[in-house]
């Protein structure tokens, strides 16, 4: 990384200049204060001249280490597909760039793992992965309040996630390895403790599923300290995009995602709108997401859901795939939790 003048923005090299990617270029090029995007990458030469082209004095690459080798980027935010993040990192790390990667850090625990290992080598924390749900202002409530204690202990968490409808690129091992990702840390996140096995149940696919698409499922998580999580994959619901969650606890429980921001009451009718998509009803928690990587970046700091968050999610979505081809209930193993996220 060129030494960069103390009070200068933070230089940032987007890669992947595709839905997400874009986005995160217009945020911080727009909403996000302290940066600016130097650099995006997409194998797409096109894409990447288009994205670049909508910010003044940004440069357009296909190649990431080309880009990371810029004199004007000190940071690197990776929303390429899942996996091709263990490379984009592996370069990251190689000049020891502040990194925020997309979710999942890597498809499968095996790469999670080489990821986690190379960092540990670096000896410090680089980077933050883009479980966006720790920042949005209804997550972060429900967090706050489990942690408290007030409601008592948590037994189960009921998750639902529903999506309008599935890319054509989507698998049924995707539902989980994708989608259920959030879940799965967010379960971790939001109760503080382990996944340490998965069980997928099939109910017969909905109709509005592309063929052979195992659309719905439910997944059951078990955790190290007893509790029960469940989640409602439904990516084809055709009507909204619906996060929402429900802890039981021993002395109450607690619920979010219900939506009902503006209620109206029209010729005897009573109703709301649902988000169709992330971007609507994650705005908020992707710009607190990437405000956060900026400001511990420029301060040479790593904040939020660590390398640690990300192989442990990539496990339990493993576990969850094994689960949802052979049936039954898979255990989860994980590594011994290295001192540099404990
Ligand atoms: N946090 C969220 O809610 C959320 C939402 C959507 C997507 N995502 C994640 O963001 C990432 C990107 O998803 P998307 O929906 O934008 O996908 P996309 O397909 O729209 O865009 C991906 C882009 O990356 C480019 N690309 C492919 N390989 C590359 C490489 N090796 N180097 C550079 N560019 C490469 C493609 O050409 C494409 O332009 C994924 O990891 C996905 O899981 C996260
Ligand atoms: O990649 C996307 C993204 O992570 C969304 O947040 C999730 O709702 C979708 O199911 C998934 O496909």
Not at 28 to 38: K, L
Request: with cysteine.
């Amino acid at each position: 990384m060129a030494e960069r003048a103390p009070h200068a923005p933070l230089g940032v090299a987007v890669i992947g200049a595709g839905r997400m990617g874009a986005d995160h270029v217009r945020r911080i090029d727009r909403v996000i204060s302290g940066a600016r995007v130097t650099a995006v990458v997409d194998v797409d030469a096109e894409r990447a001249k288009a994205v670049a082209a909508r910010v003044d004095g940004c440069t357009a690459y296909t190649d990431p280490v080309a880009a990371m080798a810029a004199a004007d980027v000190d940071a690197v935010l990776v929303a390429s597909p899942g996996p091709a993040h263990e490379a984009a990192l592996l370069a990251a790390f190689e000049r020891d760039l502040p990194v925020l990667c997309e979710k999942p850090l890597t498809p499968d625990a095996a790469s999670a793992l080489r990821v986690l290992e190379a960092e540990q080598a670096l000896g410090h924390r680089r980077v933050q992965v883009g479980f966006m749900r720790r920042y949005d202002p209804e997550y972060a409530r429900l967090e706050a309040l489990l942690r408290t204690g007030q409601l008592g202990r948590p037994l189960m968490l009921h998750n639902r996630h529903r999506n309008v409808a599935s890319p054509p690129f989507f698998t049924s091992a995707m539902l989980i390895s994708d989608s259920v990702a959030h879940e799965a840390d967010a379960t971790r996140w939001l109760l503080g403790q382990e996944i340490t096995a998965v069980t997928v149940l099939r109910p017969a696919p909905s109709a509005n599923a592309p063929d052979a698409l195992q659309d719905p499922q439910f997944v059951v998580f078990e955790t190290d300290g007893g509790a029960l999580s469940d989640v409602e994959i439904f990516v084809n619901c055709g009507f909204g995009y619906q996060v929402q969650a429900e802890a039981v606890c021993e002395r109450g429980t607690a619920r979010i995602g219900d939506g009902h921001a503006l209620v109206t009451n029209t010729a005897g009718r009573w109703g709301g709108t649902i988000a169709q998509d992330w971007t609507e009803r994650f705005g908020t928690a992707y710009d607190r997401e990437v405000q956060a990587w900026v400001d511990a970046a420029r301060h040479g700091g790593t904040t939020g859901p660590s390398a640690w968050d990300g192989y442990a999610a990539a496990a339990v979505c493993e576990a969850g795939v094994t689960a949802l081809r052979e049936g039954g209930r898979v255990t989860v193993e994980l590594v011994e939790k290295p001192a540099l996220y404990r």
